[in-house]
């Protein structure tokens, strides 16, 4: 009865069975079980104890039991939450997860068609660098063909113009040649029968010629010897070489011949004395320029030379040269 009395206050009704609504029906989980297990050996120990001071302390206990029940509920609606919390947390990274994943994929797909394509692309690049670097080489190769073909052209053009030239040269040369043949033949031609008119003249000019010095005494010798031999080819003919008497008779004989020819004077007997071989005295004397010089000491026979002037043409040679001579009778 006194335990009655002390608690008044206490709902033991809403303890009598924990786990229970008031309706007696059951309606708690694993945590709830074990509070009422410990609210039953609670009251187990209160019975057994109905003391006062056991009330008191099983109200006291009592207290204690809702506020940690109190507590034990905050904590699990806490834990709740944060797993409620972990849980969608979980799902968000799942969910990222699963997004980045197909992210991954995707990139990755993109990136291999990347790759793909750069390498197509590095494929195609270098088809067309080795094309483009053919191209460079063949148009080279056509500048180099082009700039020698255009030599060549240059070369044959100016060797066609030289030979067209030449040619036309030689064709006018040839041309002058032929009109110079034609005039030298009408030139030939006249001149042969010139020349054929003039030995026929001459011919008889030295026919007369001769009959005239013979009748002056004059043999003109068509030969060559030393004065010594063709004095003596004189004498053998019972005359003796020619003695100029006078100024006329030097230039009868200079006038008929045309090279050197001896005549009748030396110094061979006595030298610096020029003597006649008919012993005559030497009054006209026709000498040429300097002379007699008596070169080197070995001039002692005179010829007549008549390419010098007529009346300065003697000179002393030696007497061993050979001449054509004058025999006189
Ligand atoms: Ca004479
Ligand atoms: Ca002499
Ligand atoms: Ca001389």
Do not use: H
């Amino acid at each position: 009865m006194e335990m009655d009395r002390l608690q008044p206050d206490i709902k033991y009704e809403y303890c009598d069975r924990p786990g229970e609504d008031l309706d007696g029906n059951e309606n708690f989980g694993g945590d709830e079980k074990r509070l009422f297990q410990l609210w039953s050996n609670i009251k187990a120990t209160v019975l057994k104890y109905r003391s006062r001071g056991f009330m008191v302390s099983a109200a006291c206990l009592g207290l204690i039991c809702v506020f940690s029940i109190l507590v034990l509920q905050i904590q699990m609606k806490a834990e709740s939450d944060v797993k409620s919390s972990q849980k969608n947390i979980l799902q968000e990274f799942n969910e990222t997860i699963n997004l980045l994943q197909v992210s991954y994929s995707r990139l990755s797909t993109e990136k291999d068609q990347l790759q793909n394509d750069c390498r197509t692309d590095k494929e195609i690049k270098l088809s067309y660098m080795n094309k483009v670097e053919k191209l460079n080489k063949t148009i080279n190769d056509m500048q180099d063909s082009y700039s020698r073909l255009t030599t060549e052209k240059d070369q044959l053009q100016n060797d066609c113009r030289s030979d067209r030239e030449l040619k036309l040269s030689y064709v006018n040369k040839v041309d002058e040649l032929n009109k110079t043949i034609n005039d030298n033949q009408v030139s030939y031609s006249r001149l042969t029968s010139e020349k054929d008119q003039l030995q026929n003249r001459f011919n008889s000019i030295e026919a007369e010629l001769k009959k005239r010095n013979s009748e002056k005494g004059y043999s003109f010798i068509d030969d060559k010897k030393t004065w010594t031999e063709s004095r003596q080819f004189c004498r053998d003919r019972g005359g003796d070489l020619l003695v100029i008497n006078s100024v006329e008779e030097q230039r009868y004989i200079s006038s008929v011949f045309q090279e050197g020819v001896w005549i009748g004077l030396s110094d061979i007997d006595n030298e610096g004395v020029m003597k006649w071989v008919d012993n005559s005295a030497l009054t006209k004397q026709f000498w040429g320029q300097g002379e007699p010089n008596d070169d080197r000491g070995k001039e002692d026979c005179v010829e007549l030379s008549p390419k010098k002037p007529n009346e300065k043409n003697w000179n002393d040679i030696p007497c061993s040269e050979k001449r054509k001579w004058i025999c006189e009778n």
